[in-house]
């Protein structure tokens, strides 16, 4: 435990005199770079009136000159930004901007296709999340690992009792993605994280058809998206109690693993975890939307798309017989044992996990009855997803169905969603990063760079229904933020771009003995509640509050819910490249 947290303690301070040394680079940009017929805009922090050029990285020959901005005030802290517009130049090649006084930028490229390595890299992130196999060095390279948690010898907790399965009852649940940088496996997170990863394929199926990802699975007739979905589905299907229909919140342990410890070191016995209406309304809308997409599948996978059509349509009877149940941990602790001390993912609210379970429900068997019992739009609002509220989802997947049922819903769905792209792209142009993200202090809360990622979907979709480049435009603007052109001068994937994450709340990142951390991951970004009271915060303002430490889960830990959505807007900005405006 001594060695536990002198590691960590230098660890810290490395990464500490790494985050001021980034601060004082000035030039914050897209770090990995840009489509030559897009926009193209650095923010240079601190600098006065004046010019910058645009340098040929190889030969240091200046290939442009540009004025920069007036000056923007940052509503959030004292910062003053002035913008570095060179979208004019197209020409491909590898490039950094010099301004007098100021450090060079990092290097970047122009090109098409830029995007196209970190977009795989995000898909395969998954795959170094699975659980219950090896990941050999011809998959995972110098971060291949022994199989941890088999999980075919799983305990029913007494909070998760029925009749078929009294408390201590061993069931097998294997495979599944760890959830985050714990090795825990949670249905509620799993199910935003599912309904995301499908959903990319549904919109740019062309596009995933051809994107190899390099797994065990990818010498077959499936697109690898898919593959890689289904070692998580299938542990899916495993927490549903085949009694009743009704679905566990969790597999896990009663405490989170140590930090330093490989999966095949955390040996604990595992629990799966009380019932609950917001997991089983997660499952049927994950379900039902597999049942959808692999359908085309049938002959590689015999009975699938039928199974989880019958799991979903089994779990939405158990949601309506148990409309009401909440996974109240600390009340749950108090009545059973053992007791559970890992993520909760508790919710109160569940008429938006019935809207979407609706609308997969409905699109999956055109069925209007699924429709018919809920409201589907209780308010005019559009709550930006999260594993907390899915409601999103379900009118995105409306959006898809093309059964006349829902023509009435799929008006209203769209005019929500243009409102919401709208109400995202208003200020823009004079926010001091000229990003959607970070227009207000709501934006940076626990996992805020998935807020960036998921304004970034929503404008997506936006641009699927209109046409309208302005909504395409302002999601490549949260994808520059991502990757760069953020207060913090981070890219915040792990393994890319000049100055990126080392040291994530990851366990097998951090007990590997691999300096570099596995990559693909996108960490969560800056908390100013940073709850973890770790050391190593460089600022308390909120577009700032990030360290990269592996004690900070407040702001560096990685979640397959966070890097669901990146992986859908990186990917979905290179689907849709050539329609990039300037």
């Known amino acids: 435990m001594k060695l536990n947290t002198l590691f960590l303690s230098i660890a810290s301070l490395l990464s500490l005199s790494c985050a001021i040394a980034q601060r004082q680079n000035h030039i914050r940009l897209n770090q990995l770079g840009f489509y030559p017929g897009a926009e193209k805009v650095a923010v240079v922090v601190g600098a006065g009136e ?5 340098h040929d990285a190889g030969s240091d020959q200046v290939v442009f000159t540009g004025n920069l901005s007036e000056e923007r005030i940052s509503a959030l802290s004292s910062a003053r930004t002035r913008i570095a517009d060179f979208t004019s130049f197209g020409t491909p090649g590898r490039y950094f901007i010099r301004i007098g006084g100021l450090t060079d930028s990092p290097p970047f490229s122009i090109q098409q296709n830029v995007l196209k390595e970190v977009g795989a ?6 795959y170094y999340q699975r659980a219950s196999v090896d990941l050999p060095k011809n998959y ?9 948690h088999p999980d075919n010898q799983v305990i029913i907790h007494p909070s998760a009792a029925s009749a078929g399965r009294p408390a201590g009852t061993v069931i097998s649940a294997p495979l599944g993605w760890y959830d985050a940088g714990d090795y825990n496996k949670y ?5 935003i994280s599912m309904g995301t990863i499908l959903s990319a394929y549904e919109d740019f199926p062309k596009f995933f058809k051809r994107l190899n990802l390099n797994i065990p699975e990818s010498s077959n007739d499936v697109p690898d998206i898919l593959d890689e979905a289904l070692w998580n589905l299938r542990w899916m299907l495993a927490m549903q109690d085949p009694k009743d229909g009704g679905v566990y919140n969790k597999l896990t342990n009663p405490e989170f693993d140590p930090l330093d410890a490989m999966p095949e070191q955390a040996k604990g016995v595992r629990y799966v975890v009380q019932k609950g209406t917001a997991a089983t309304l997660d499952f049927a809308a994950v379900a039902a939307q597999a049942a959808r997409v692999y359908s085309v599948y049938k002959k590689e996978f015999p009975g699938l798309a039928d199974s989880c059509s019958t799991a979903a349509k089994r779990a939405w009877e158990w949601a ?3 409309p009401a149940i909440s996974y109240e941990q600390n009340v749950m602790n108090r009545q059973f044992e053992p007791k559970i001390n890992t993520g909760g993912y508790g919710d109160h609210d569940f008429r938006d996990e019935f809207i979407w379970a609706a609308a997969e429900l409905y699109t999956a068997t055109g069925d209007e009855s699924y429709l018919s019992t809920v409201n589907l739009f209780p308010d005019t609002n559009t709550p930006l997803p999260s594993w907390s509220q899915v409601r999103l989802l379900g009118y995105y997947t409306l959006l898809r169905s093309n059964y006349k049922g829902a023509a009435k819903a799929r008006v209203e769905a769209k005019r929500l969603i243009l409102k919401f792209a709208d109400s995202l792209l208003a200020g823009t142009g004079q926010h ?4 959607v993200m970070g227009k207000s202090v709501r934006d940076f809360n626990w996992g805020s760079n998935s807020n960036a990622a998921n304004q970034g979907i929503a404008l997506i979709q936006a641009f699927l229904i209109s046409k309208d480049p302005r909504y395409l435009r302002g999601a490549l603007s949260n994808v520059d933020y991502l990757l760069g052109r953020n207060a913090t001068g981070y890219c915040f994937v792990t393994g890319f771009g000049a100055k990126s994450p080392l040291n994530p709340h990851h366990r097998p990142s951090v007990a590997d003995g691999i300096k570099k951390p596995i990559p693909g991951f996108l960490v969560g970004g800056p908390n100013p509640g940073m709850q973890d009271n770790c050391e190593g915060y460089p600022s308390k303002i909120p577009d700032e509050a990030y360290a990269d430490v592996a004690c900070s889960y407040a702001s560096n830990e990685i979640a397959i819910n966070w890097n669901a959505p990146a992986m859908y807007l990186i990917n979905a900005v290179e689907a849709l490249q050539n329609k990039l405006p300037k």
């Open 187 to 191: 249905i509620v997170n799993s199910g």
């Open 140 to 148: 995972a390279g110098i971060w291949s690992r022994k199989a941890g």
């Open 432 to 435: 001091p990063y000229k990003t």
């Open 50 to 54: 004046g010019t910058f050029q645009l």
């Open 320 to 322: 309506k017989r148990n």
């Open 121 to 126: 890299a995000t898909m395969k992130a998954f």
